[in-house]
């Protein structure tokens, strides 16, 4: 199955029954705009955390009038993401929401050992890209979460990625272990991890996928580069995991698709038990709306 865009698989849920949200520190009006249209559309049911007569007052200023009764109040930022996990933890919500505050403040509500919702050994970021030069979803990980993986990092943050993929209705997820090159280098340790994770894939230990690598970006995305290089690859010019060596070469990568290529971006941080959007705290409405409409999107 292929996923060509975020319409289409907005289209895939008109017939899901709406997941719970948790808003963390929901007196943001972007936020609270991205929410309430994921509400209309069906997608959600939101709990909103944070301070309750200013998200009231944003609400009404929006035209909206939720039920106070799914309506938390909370103090400050970390009183905030505290709240909001713990309905998490208790059952209470499918999906959290970042709203007005810090990422760092969330996610260290996240990884408490004693009170938070971590389930997994690695947390990695996926930036969902919508670009319009490119024939389907592309899934960049991590540009958001771990600085410098090793290769057992890697093996997580790719298996995350998979497992991602899997939960939206993806058979047999297509990942590139990027690099600058497309043979195994000593001057560069990320080729040897990139073949690696190939070898690991083809083993059978991530699942039904198909990992290549290493692999530059223009063999992974583009067709007529790999024909005209002669590289040979089910991945090449179709992937849709594009696994980065490094936060820096994702989290440019993820920028530069987003901003300079003009596609419309997601994000969502896994490894928890719960997905969790991460959107920067300047970022559009849209771009929240289509964030929460990839974690509904998780079965």
């Not at 895939?12 to 609270?32: I, M, Q, S, Y």
């Not at 890209?129 to 389907?136: M, Q, R, T």
């Not at 996928?209 to 002669?230: F, H, N, S, W």
Request: charged share 25%; glycine share 10%; hydrophobic share 45%.
């Amino acid at each position: 199955m292929v996923i060509s865009g975020f319409p289409a698989l907005k289209d895939r849920l008109r017939d899901l029954p709406p997941k719970t949200a948790v808003v963390a520190a929901a007196h943001d009006e972007h936020t609270l705009q991205a929410v309430f249209a994921a509400r209309r559309d069906g997608l959600i049911r939101p709990i909103l955390v944070g301070h309750k007569e200013e998200i009231l007052s944003a609400a009404r200023r929006l035209g909206e009038e939720p039920d106070p009764s799914l309506v938390v109040d909370a103090g400050e930022d970390p009183d905030c993401a505290v709240k909001s996990v713990a309905l998490i933890r208790s059952g209470e919500g499918d999906m959290l929401i970042k709203g007005m505050l810090p990422t760092g403040t969330l996610l260290k509500a996240v990884v408490n050992k004693a009170t938070g919702i971590r389930a997994s050994e690695v947390m990695s970021h996926v930036a969902i890209l919508d670009v319009p030069s490119y024939h389907k979803l592309l899934y960049v990980t991590d540009g958001g979460m771990v600085v410098a993986p090793d290769l057992e990092q890697k093996r997580h943050i790719l298996r995350n990625a998979l497992d991602f993929c899997r939960f939206l209705g993806y058979d047999c997820p297509k990942a590139a272990a990027l690099c600058a090159v497309e043979t195994v280098s000593p001057a560069m340790p990320e080729t040897a991890d990139a073949a690696a994770l190939k070898t690991e894939g083809e083993r059978g230990d991530f699942g039904p996928c198909l990992v290549e690598g290493p692999i530059a970006l223009d063999l992974a995305t583009d067709p007529e580069a790999a024909r005209v290089k002669g590289y040979h690859s089910p991945v090449a010019g179709d992937a849709d995991i594009l696994l980065a060596p490094s936060i820096a070469a994702g989290n440019l990568l993820g920028k530069s698709l987003y901003g300079l290529a003009g596609g419309e971006m997601a994000g969502v941080v896994l490894g928890a038990k719960a997905p969790i959007t991460v959107n920067s705290r300047g970022a559009t409405a849209e771009e929240k709306y289509w964030s929460i409409l990839i974690c509904a999107a998780m079965k």
